[in-house]
Nanobody, 120 residues
Framework: QVQLVESGGGLVQAGGSLRLSCAAS????????MGWYRQAPGKERELVAD???????NYADSVKGRFTISRDNAKNTVYLQMNSLKPEDTAVYYC??????????????WGQGTQVTVSS
């Protein structure tokens, strides 16, 4: 089994910053993509940013220039630095990872979610 544990959410004023962390543990051979998604009330879950094991990144247009995704492969950990936060960034943020658990199996895992609330 693989577990993803997130931390770093909270309440912040508009214009502020937060840093999310997500650590993967368990039966891990390697991790390809790691990423962050978010889901606001009444909306579908959407991709915020993802990163490959080689460090290639991808961002939603709404967060480009404000958020930065990074990872520490040795620690199986992905980070999301969020700057210049806006009220519309308020959502539950979920960590996602594509984990190879054996030579024959690669699966997607999700964290439990962490609430980010941005007040105006």
């Amino acid at each position: 089994q693989v577990q993803l544990v997130e931390s770093g959410g909270g309440l912040v004023q508009a214009g502020g910053s937060l840093r999310l962390s997500c650590a993967a543990s368990g039966r891990i051979v390697s991790i390809n993509f790691m990423g962050w998604y978010r889901q606001a009330p009444g909306k579908e879950r959407e991709l915020v940013a993802d990163i490959t094991s080689g460090g290639s990144t991808n961002y939603a247009d709404s967060v480009k220039g404000r958020f930065t995704i990074s990872r520490d492969n040795a620690k199986n950990t992905v980070y999301l630095q969020m700057n210049s936060l806006k009220p519309e960034d308020t959502a539950v943020y979920y960590c996602n990872a594509n984990v190879r658990v054996s030579l024959w199996g690669e699966y997607a895992y999700w964290g439990q979610g962490t609430q980010v609330t941005v007040s105006s």
